[in-house]
């Protein structure tokens, strides 16, 4: 069949991409073209094409500036916390759900794991804020029944900001996280542990040898897709859980763009900040896409 | 498998110990967990049903010490709250069927393996989940087209996700072809075979989809607060961010007790957070049970297609 045949023979098909398709454009593609700006010393009246070009000096400013150690390194540590160190853990709680023999303790666990990821961020900080209020939040509370002080002020102290972004996260997403896993996990061919079974293998052996490396292909797929993150993640978390307090780390490249771009009306500047953590992302997705697609065969496209 | 437990008995006991110790730690471990889930949350709606004043000497923490429904009251009387709320009722409805139809719609048209330039499509669609133009452009575009300030803005950003696409196509993919070639024989169009056989075959799917977005829809604070200025058209959630920043940044956490000296009705700013947050919980936490298993299916079939 020849192209316009086919052509004619699908328009209602393109008719019923039409809504999807002028979506992207004008939602995705039209703000993509927009990373111009970070070219431009924008203004409003003159519009993106109007305004005149200022090269890379934008890159060079935010490089050359006084934020730019600070920002990265907070950055960078949010990243890490959310990519990497919290990985781990939903495939643990995977592999600890998936030991129960108790099939109704199993789906017990797992109705109470999953919840936290239907709350907002909103409602998780706000419930945290009093939770951990000194003296008379119920953590404080408990710290003074053992002996501690209970007056600390834990969203104030920079010191335990790190510390509250990972496990506010992780208590949020574990559960969640460990679905896909636990579906992985049920797709390994049980032939694999009878035979391990007979040849005398303990249940950690089965978990290091049969289990994991059949989940190998789920966990680098993810894997990719989180590391993109690496440099854009936790805004939500982050922009809630500033204080005056903890001010000096709760700053990333994400809530800099906003301060720089709609607080300060600085677009030019926040678009180029905020380009560099796109073409970062989408750098390092391509680099972790190609070595997991050398050293596991798993990859993305 | 009872004769051979038997038969290995002997063996079992040998071998059995650290196998039940390792039973006995993963169920330690994962009760653990569900504790650290469950009682932050108990703890909440215990403060939102207490006496606000009493709330701030502290000691509450899985029941409230002096009961009352002041809070509830309080925030309900409020107008704002009530506003707010009809807000995220009306954008949650009007957001997820918009939603469903324009994604349905691409899906099925996507699933058609000759159609010219699906490749193209899907690629370029997809490549949308790996780079986009950021938040200022991103801005400007929305004002440009009017969304700014505008209940526009709550619906359209959201209207297609990459995710959701792709998992319906999936699953429109795996009903079988000789369904729609049959109602084809019957004079079908192609709009006529997706509403009258496609559409009734992919009920789990677009329950999938379209809690999934709902859910985001109730739980979107960010639109509210960046993309509307006049704080008459936010959603709940954004007047609740609002009220979290606001004490964030006066710690008003440690000024309760001012407040007790001063107020001398029961309700605290704070107890009445906790009664906020609580009524903008529940209706998750009530449908939760049922669609739990929609949800977990979800996440399998976006699993299986990435």
Not at chain 2, 124 to 152: A, R
Request: glycine share 8%; with cysteine; charged share 15%.
């Amino acid at each position: 069949m020849s192209i316009t045949k086919k052509l004619i023979r699908f328009w209602p098909l393109y008719l019923m991409l039409v809504p999807c398709i002028i979506y992207y454009i004008l939602i995705c593609y039209v703000p993509m073209g927009g990373v111009l700006l970070a070219f431009k010393d924008y203004s409003f009246r003159k519009g993106i094409w109007g305004s005149p070009w200022v090269g890379f000096r934008y890159f060079q400013m935010f490089f050359t500036s006084y934020d730019f150690p600070r920002l990265l390194k907070n950055t960078l540590i949010v990243g890490l916390i959310k990519c990497i160190l919290e990985f781990p853990f939903a495939i643990i709680l995977a592999l600890l759900l998936n030991e129960f023999k108790n099939e109704k303790f199993k789906k017990i666990s797992q109705t109470i794991t999953y919840l936290p990821h239907f709350l907002s961020t909103v409602i998780i900080v706000t419930m945290l804020q009093r939770i951990l209020a000194p003296n008379i939040g119920i953590l404080n509370q408990f710290i003074g029944k053992l002996g501690g002080d209970p007056g600390t002020f834990f969203l104030m102290e920079p010191k335990y900001f790190f510390q509250l972004l990972f496990s506010m996260d992780l208590w949020r997403n574990i559960g969640w996280d460990s679905i896909i896993y636990l579906a992985a996990i049920s797709g390994v061919d049980s032939a694999l542990y009878e035979a391990a079974s007979i040849d005398g293998c303990t249940r950690l052996k089965k978990i290091w040898y049969i289990t994991l490396p059949g989940i190998r292909g789920t966990i680098g797929l993810l894997f990719i897709m989180g590391v993109g993150g690496l440099l854009s993640s936790g805004f939500e978390q982050i922009y809630l859980l500033r204080t005056p307090g903890n001010m000096s780390v709760a700053d990333t490249l994400d809530t800099f763009v906003l301060k720089m771009g709609l607080m300060n009306g600085q677009f030019g500047y926040a678009t180029a900040v905020g380009l560099i953590q796109g073409i970062v992302g989408l750098i390092l997705v391509i680099i972790c896409n190609r070595l997991s697609k050398r050293f596991t065969g798993v990859s993305l496209w | 498998m009872k004769a051979k437990r038997t038969v290995n008995g002997r063996s079992k006991i040998k071998s059995g110990r650290p196998d039940q110790i390792i039973q006995v730690l993963i169920y330690c471990v994962v009760i653990g967990l569900c504790l650290a889930i469950i009682l932050p949350c108990v703890n909440i709606a215990a403060l939102s049903f207490n006496d606000g004043k009493d709330a701030a000497k502290g000691g509450i923490y899985f029941w409230p010490r002096l009961f009352t429904l002041d809070n509830y009251r309080q925030v309900f009387k409020d107008g704002t709250i009530t506003k707010a709320y009809m807000i995220t009722i009306a954008r949650t409805v009007i957001g997820t069927t918009a939603s469903l139809a324009v994604t349905s719609f691409a899906a099925y048209a996507l699933k058609e393996k000759e159609l010219p330039g699906r490749k193209l499509l899907t690629i370029l669609i997809t490549f949308t989940m790996l780079f986009g133009g950021g938040m200022i452009p991103t801005y400007i575009q929305y004002n440009k087209l009017g969304l700014v300030d505008h209940f526009g803005v709550y619906v359209v950003p959201g209207l297609v996700s990459v995710t959701y696409l792709l998992m319906m196509r999936t699953f429109f993919e795996s009903i079988p072809e000789s369904l729609e070639e049959s109602a084809k024989l019957d004079g079908c169009g192609y709009f006529g075979i997706f509403t009258r056989i496609v559409l009734p075959l992919s009920k789990p799917v677009i329950a999938v989809v379209g809690l999934y977005t709902a859910v985001n829809h109730w739980n979107d604070w960010f639109s509210g607060a960046f993309y509307m200025r006049s704080s008459r058209l936010w959603p709940v959630q954004t007047v609740l961010q609002q009220m979290l920043t606001r004490a964030m940044a006066n710690k008003e956490v440690t000024s309760v007790a001012q407040a007790i000296a001063q107020n001398s009705n029961s309700v605290t700013s704070d107890s009445l957070k906790m009664a906020a947050v609580v009524i903008t919980t529940v209706p998750i936490l009530c449908l939760y049970p049922f669609v739990q298993k929609y949800f977990t299916k979800g996440a399998m079939i976006g699993a299986v297609k990435e």
